[in-house]
């Protein structure tokens, strides 16, 4: 194993923490916004659309990790059917979601709508158009981040352990895409925001930006 830095092994063990007991992240993201969390059952398409409305979008696994933010979980946005694991009945709002390919733009527009609708009624305010466009900006950088975690990975057989990498993406799924990218680029040593969508790119709906993610 490679020799590594403090905040390198500070980066890790903060992952670790939050991968396995990530209520307490939650709990802070909620009083620091005054949002509201959402479980994604499996890992929604589009997270942009609920973080630009305020709503911490949770990638929820397994009955194990329903337990883990048990009653911090305010709406649940699924999309798969049957469920993966069983889903305890509640009163809490749901909103189906299916992975499916949509054969149009003006079809996938219409479910990506029906969803801002929805996560509007959660939040209790809609997402502006620059809060969805600042989502969609953070999110990219984590996609970036998370490229380049597996290429260093790939280069440096010594940076990461296989678990040490696993809790690092795992940290992600009650992270928002913000927080993730600061620990992903503390433990790369890189920019913590490059670059990722040119000024240009920002024209036009985001909301159409999202459609063509379901085509």
């Known amino acids: 194993m490679a020799v590594r830095g403090r905040v390198v092994l500070e980066g890790i063990l903060f992952a670790a923490a939050v991968a396995s007991d990530p209520s307490g992240v939650v709990i802070l993201w909620k009083a620091a916004t005054g949002g509201k969390a959402v479980g994604c059952i499996p890992a929604t ?14 990638t929820v696994e397994s009955t194990e990790d329903l337990s883990l933010v048990s009653g911090q979980v305010d709406a649940l946005v699924v999309g798969a059917d049957p469920f ?3 889903i305890p009945a509640g009163g809490i709002p749901r909103f189906a979601f299916p992975r499916v390919a949509m054969g149009s733009v003006e079809e996938a527009l219409d479910r990506i709508e029906a969803l801002a609708e929805w996560t509007c009624a959660v939040s209790g305010s809609p997402a502006s158009e620059g809060a969805l466009w600042k989502s969609i900006r953070a999110h ?5 981040l998370l490229e380049a975690l597996n290429d260093r990975c790939a280069r440096e057989a010594g940076f990461l352990t296989p678990e040490e990498r696993r809790v690092i993406v795992r940290a992600g799924n009650f992270l928002p895409a913000g927080a993730h990218s600061r620990l992903l680029s503390s433990i790369l040593g ?26």
Do not use: N
């Not at 398409?45 to 949770?58: F, G, Y």
């Not at 990219?140 to 970036?144: D, G």
């Not at 490059?194 to 379901?214: C, Q, T």
């Open 84 to 86: 993966p694991f069983p």
């Open 140 to 144: 990219a950088t984590r996609r970036s």
């Open 190 to 215: 890189t920019d913590p925001e490059p670059a990722a969508i040119p000024a240009e790119g920002e024209k036009g709906d985001p909301l159409i930006v999202l459609a063509r993610r379901l085509m």
């Open 45 to 58: 398409s589009v997270p942009e659309l609920l973080l630009a409305a305020d709503l911490l979008p949770m």
